[in-house]
């Protein structure tokens, strides 16, 4: 059984970009494959929606050697 898809066609979306940004609660840095992994999703979805953080400004990203990508937020929230 495949992917789900919308009345147009489109694949339907199954994990938001907001809930990629919930696995940012600290200043670490991330991987594409950490995220990936953490939400079950493939790479390139894990990409797209971490570049789509990035474009939104919530989250930044820097190229560390070849094509390795991290990706932190620098302003997480705060837990009380």
Not at 24 to 35: H, L
Not at 56 to 76: F, H, M, Q, S, T
């Amino acid at each position: 059984m495949g992917r789900k898809r919308d009345e147009g066609g489109k694949y339907q979306e199954t994990v938001s970009v907001d809930a990629v940004l919930e696995l940012f609660t600290d200043t670490e840095p991330r991987t594409t494959s950490e995220v990936a992994e953490a939400l079950d999703i493939a790479q390139r979805t894990a990409y797209n929606k971490l570049e789509a953080l990035t474009e939104r400004g919530d989250i930044r990203k820097k190229k560390i050697g070849g094509l390795a990508v991290v990706w932190w937020r620098p302003d997480p929230p705060k837990i009380e």
